[in-house]
C-alpha cells in the first residue's frame, strides 16, 4: 500500500474517532439537561448513556469509560444503553426525546 493509502486510512480512523467522541459527548449533554428539569432529585436513580454504535467497538469502550467515571462522580450507576444504526441518528434521535 502507497504512503497516500496509508495516510487516507489513517485520515478515515481519526475522523471516525472524533465523530464518535462528539456524539457521545452530545448524548451526555442531552442527559444532563433533561435531569436538570428535576434538580432536587438527580440523580435518585441510574442514568443512562446512550451511546449511537453498535457494542464491542472502541466507540462503546469509549462509551464505558465515561459511563463508569460518572458513575463514581454521581454516586449512581451509569448504564450503556447501545442504540446503532442510521449512522448514529437512531442513538442521536433516543437522545434528544430523553
Do not use: L
Given at each position: 500500500m502507497s504512503e497516500r493509502g496509508r495516510q487516507h486510512r489513517t485520515a478515515?480512523?481519526?475522523?471516525?474517532?472524533?465523530?464518535g467522541l462528539v456524539a457521545i459527548c452530545t448524548t451526555l449533554v442531552a442527559l444532563l439537561i433533561a435531569s436538570a428539569s428535576a434538580a432536587d432529585e438527580y440523580p435518585s436513580r441510574p442514568l443512562r448513556l446512550i451511546v449511537p454504535f453498535p457494542p464491542g467497538g472502541p466507540r462503546d469502550t469509549l462509551g464505558r469509560i465515561v459511563a463508569e467515571k460518572l458513575?463514581?462522580?454521581?454516586?449512581?450507576?451509569?448504564?450503556?444503553?447501545?442504540?446503532?444504526?442510521?449512522?448514529?441518528?437512531?442513538?442521536?434521535?433516543?437522545?434528544?426525546?430523553?
Open positions: 478515515i480512523a481519526t475522523h471516525s474517532m472524533v465523530r458513575s463514581i462522580s454521581f454516586g449512581q450507576p451509569v448504564v450503556v444503553d447501545n442504540r446503532a444504526g442510521a449512522g448514529g441518528n437512531i442513538g442521536m434521535e433516543i437522545a434528544s426525546r430523553a
